[in-house]
């Protein structure tokens, strides 16, 4: 040979071989030779790209698939012939990944990557996804890339509602009547939802307004005052409703109950 053999740039030779004899004058013949270059398995896979991204709704279905990678070998017969898997295996210990924990798994063959666990954006919202291709070639060969997974929120957690008295009980506040402190805080309201963006903003009223004002001290936090003194001979009971909604579409709303119980004035 006169330089080294390659079946993937050329995987068969037509020769012509002549004998030529030491007569005069000389005689000559030929014949044919064909030489077919038998593969080795000398080429790993290589996918079509170097990573993927796609992104999914987080009450995808368990089921769907929702894309298909693929990858292809220079090589020859079983050389060639490929299996996808997720090669958690090997990012384990650095990325405390295994088969099981995933969310998703791939098919052998197709490379079509499906749901088969339902996703919660609160819990885990992007997923890195270690590619695996590998031939069947005595001497196997193997080929990666990375598929990232962004899942997209869904307006699924209604707000909690949550009040801290100053004074009185878990379902009740306590104002002494005649307090002329007007606009002293009565109680603190917290509203968290776990939702994002617009699906986590939360906008929130009160029923009784006239009396009692529900102010946003900062995002998800406000205060609850009174108007003006309160009297108990007047009115000795008031059941306070807070109602709060986020900016989803459709839009989800929660509520809570608290009463204001009034009490006589301590001391002079």
């Not at 666990?117 to 695996?132: A, G, K, N, R, Y």
Request: hydrophobic share 35%.
């Amino acid at each position: 040979m006169v330089s080294q053999l390659d079946r993937e740039t050329q995987s068969r030779c037509l020769l012509v071989v002549w004998a030529e004899d030491g007569g005069s004058p000389a005689r000559t013949g030929s014949t044919h030779v064909d030489i077919i270059i038998d593969d080795i398995n000398d080429h790993p896979p290589a996918f079509d790209a170097d990573s993927y991204e796609v992104w999914i709704p987080e009450n995808i279905p368990v089921g769907t698939c929702f894309i298909t990678v693929s990858a292809s070998d220079q090589d020859d017969g079983l050389n060639a012939m490929l299996t996808y898997s997720l090669g958690v295996q090997d990012w384990g210990d650095i990325h405390h990944l295994s088969a099981a924990s995933l969310p998703f798994h791939i098919d052998a063959e197709s490379g079509k990557i499906c749901v088969k666990d339902e996703l919660d954006f609160e819990t885990q919202s992007v997923f890195l996804l270690p590619l695996l291709a590998q031939d069947a070639g005595v001497e196997s060969l193997s080929g990666r890339s990375t598929l990232t997974v962004y899942v997209d929120d869904i307006n699924d957690n209604k707000p909690t509602i949550l009040v801290e008295v100053i004074s009185g009980t878990a379902t009740d506040i306590e104002v002494e009547e005649n307090s002329e402190q007007r606009g002293l805080t009565l109680a603190f309201v917290t509203v968290v939802d776990r939702d994002s963006d617009r699906n986590g903003r939360v906008v929130c009223d009160m029923n009784d307004s006239s009396t009692f004002q529900l102010e946003e001290l900062y995002r998800g936090q406000y205060h609850i005052t009174a108007v003006f003194a309160l009297d108990r001979e007047e009115r000795d009971f008031y059941s306070l409703e807070i109602h709060c909604r986020d900016l989803g579409h459709p839009s989800l709303s929660s509520s809570a109950v608290i009463g204001v119980r009034l009490v006589v004035k301590m001391g002079p």
